[in-house]
């Protein structure tokens, strides 16, 4: 099912909103491994990351964000990309790190990418779900996005949000509001688990693979913790946001740890019970 004949999510915004600035690689980012193998060109406007069979590359911000909308355009690894990961990503560092997840699983030429998301607390992740996109990310650049607030966090493709995940604190469910994130991507040699559960290995004869990064941007929003604030209680999402939500989650998500009751034996995590948009 085609997108075309949709429009774009409506996303409101409140008086949270501080500050707003367009990224340059250059000034914005470090390059953290992978050598030459990650390139930064055009005045530093565009930023590329490459995988051979020696090693991959990464690049990590040089500022840390605590709440805010990141924005960052992704052209993925074209053709056969089995047995590697894109990964984009928040994350705050040590064992009880908060961590907020794009992973862009490779696949075999025709087939169609899978999106992991996932959400860690103080070193806790296992909330995963996971995505077909309804477009080849391999043709031309899309946006990718993640909404930060004390509430809630949204995952959004080319402005479409495909999952939230509220804050659950009331019933005991940590939530990530306390660590400043610095923003991360890499791409790395996963084919023990990326494509078909590492039934399908890379073909390194295509290597290298290359994903292409631009127009990243952030928005930050006050570092507020308070769900009393009135602007942070603001839904995030209006009754537009909301369908193309349920549209996402209908007809593309293809894994959701809230409904996976062979994997939590002893009844699903307390957050499932909350809502379908988790």
Known sequence: MGFSGFALVGVVFSCLLVATSAGNFYQDFDITWGGNRARIFKGGQLLSLSLDRVSGSGFQSKNEYLFGRIDMQLKLVAGNSAGTVTAYYLSSQGPTHDEIDFEFLGNVSGDPYIVHTNVFTQGKGNREQQFYLWFDPTRNFHTYSIIWKA????????????????????????????????????????????????????????????????????????????????????????????????????????????????????????????????
């Open 151 to 278: 509430q809630h966090i949204i995952f959004l493709v080319d402005n479409i949000p495909i999952r939230v995940f509220k804050n659950a604190e009331s019933i005991g469910v940590p939530f990530p509001k306390s660590q400043p994130m610095k923003i991360y991507s890499s791409l790395w040699n996963a084919d023990d688990w990326a494509t078909r559960g590492g039934l399908v290995k890379a073909d390194w004869s295509k290597s290298p693979f290359t994903a292409y990064y631009r127009n990243f941007n952030v928005t930050s929003f006050k570092s507020t913790t308070s769900l009393s604030d009135a602007g942070l209680l603001t839904n995030e999402l209006d009754a537009h946001g909301r369908r193309r939500l349920r549209w996402a989650q209908k007809y593309f998500m293809i894994y959701n740890y809230c409904t996976d009751l062979k994997r939590f034996p002893q009844g699903l995590p307390p957050e499932c019970r909350r809502g379908r948009f988790l």
